[in-house]
Structure formats: structure tokens, C-alpha cells
């Protein structure tokens, strides 16, 4: 295992496609509902116990070697609405892309021939750590941290935030991210025997129906 690719699967400028996205940021901020590092710190801790927690699990899921079928059905019976189904299985494509031009392996080249129109991207992403050497808990990290990192960056171009502020709101977050990223593991790891049921399912109504929103915006600074 190094720890070395776990750098290189989290670092934001891996060419995933995650800067296009925020995160359910841009709808937030034209709500009201984050406009400071404190309403920001807010919105990441909310995102980082539902959505990420729900990714953590099926990213860890896929680098313990559940089947990636099965965790890709059971990330979309956890993502209820459909524009968040399509952002997850476009960030999958790109995923996809990067992931086996760095670590090639036979089980991404199999999961990109079933699923030709994307996987969703925990499921690739947690794939790309099994490929790289990786433990499902450091795929776990690397897809809890992007789900706040995100917003996080996202935040300092809408809001001209400084963006010292908003990687203070990360670090603070820090302890969270553990929590996170521990309970996706072990939840995993009773995946492996138990079946996919086992994963978090987690909900976030506010972030779907923000999303289904901003997709029908006919202007907007991010893909989500």
C-alpha cells in the first residue's frame, strides 16, 4: 500500500472533473443559506455526515472488493433524484478516464464496459484505490474530504470568501472526517459479508431538491 496514491486520488488537481462542480454550493449561496465561513462550516459539516458519509461507504465498499455492480445499484437506489444521478455517473466518467490512464487495471476496464455511460463516482473512485493499492478506508478519506473540499473551493469564487477562511472551515472539519471516513470502512466491511444493504443510506432532502432546482437554471457558474 502507499500512501503515496492516496496523495495523488485526493489532491483537487487529479483530472476527475470535480471543479466544475460545487457540491449543492451555488444553490446554497443564492439561497442565503451560506454567505461566511461560518454558514459554510455549517453546509460541509450537514453535506459530510449525509451525502458524504452515503459516498464514503460506497467508495470503501468498492476498494474492499464488493461487487462494483451491485455497490453502483445500490448508489442509485441512495441518490433519489435524477439530476444527482446524472452529475454522480458524469463524474464517474471522467473518473473513469483518469483513473485508468494512472492505475490500469482489468476490474476498471470491466466496470467501464458495463457501465459505458458512467458509474457513479464513489463506486469508480473507491475501484481507482483498490487499483492503486489502497485500504477501503483511504478511499473512504479521499471521497469525504471531496465532498466538503468541494464546496469548500466553490464558496471562494462565489462568494470571493478568503480562501484562507474556507480552509480553516476544512480543518476545523477535521475530526468529522474522521468520524466519516471510519464509519464508511466499517460499514464496508460488513458489506463484504452482509451485502450492500449494509452501506449507510443517509439522506439530505435540502441538497436534492436544491439540485433538481439548479440543473433547470439556464445560467450558472457550476455543472451542481
Not at 87 to 111: C, F, H, I
Not at 141 to 151: F, K, M, T
Request: net charge neutral; hydrophobic share 55%; aromatic share 4%.
Amino acid at each position: 500500500m502507499s500512501r503515496a496514491a492516496l496523495l495523488v486520488l485526493a489532491d483537487g488537481r487529479f483530472p476527475a472533473g470535480g471543479h466544475a462542480h460545487s457540491g449543492g454550493a451555488e444553490p446554497a449561496v443564492t439561497a442565503g443559506r451560506i454567505k461566511d465561513a461560518a454558514t459554510l462550516e455549517r453546509f460541509c459539516r450537514g453535506r459530510l455526515h449525509t451525502a458524504g458519509l452515503v459516498a464514503a461507504g460506497l467508495a470503501a465498499a468498492a476498494a474492499a472488493g464488493c461487487d462494483p455492480l451491485l455497490v453502483d445499484d445500490a448508489a442509485d437506489a441512495r441518490t433519489p433524484v435524477p439530476a444527482l444521478r446524472q452529475v454522480a455517473r458524469r463524474l464517474g466518467r471522467q473518473m473513469m478516464r483518469a483513473a485508468r490512464a494512472t492505475w490500469p487495471s482489468a476490474e476498471l476496464d470491466a466496470l467501464a464496459a458495463a457501465r459505458p455511460r458512467g458509474a457513479h463516482q464513489p463506486v469508480v473512485l473507491g475501484l481507482a484505490a483498490r487499483s492503486a493499492g489502497l485500504a477501503p478506508l483511504d478511499a473512504a478519506y479521499a471521497v469525504a474530504y471531496e465532498n466538503i473540499s468541494g464546496p469548500a473551493t466553490a464558496a471562494v469564487r462565489l462568494l470571493s470568501l478568503d480562501p484562507f477562511d474556507a480552509t480553516a472551515v476544512l480543518a476545523r472539519l477535521a475530526a468529522d472526517l474522521d468520524q466519516v471516513a471510519q464509519r464508511g470502512a466499517e460499514a464496508a466491511a460488513r458489506a463484504v459479508t452482509d451485502g450492500v444493504d449494509a452501506l449507510p443510506a443517509a439522506s439530505a432532502p435540502l441538497l436534492d431538491i436544491a439540485a433538481e432546482a439548479h440543473a433547470a437554471w439556464p445560467v450558472r457558474l457550476f455543472a451542481s
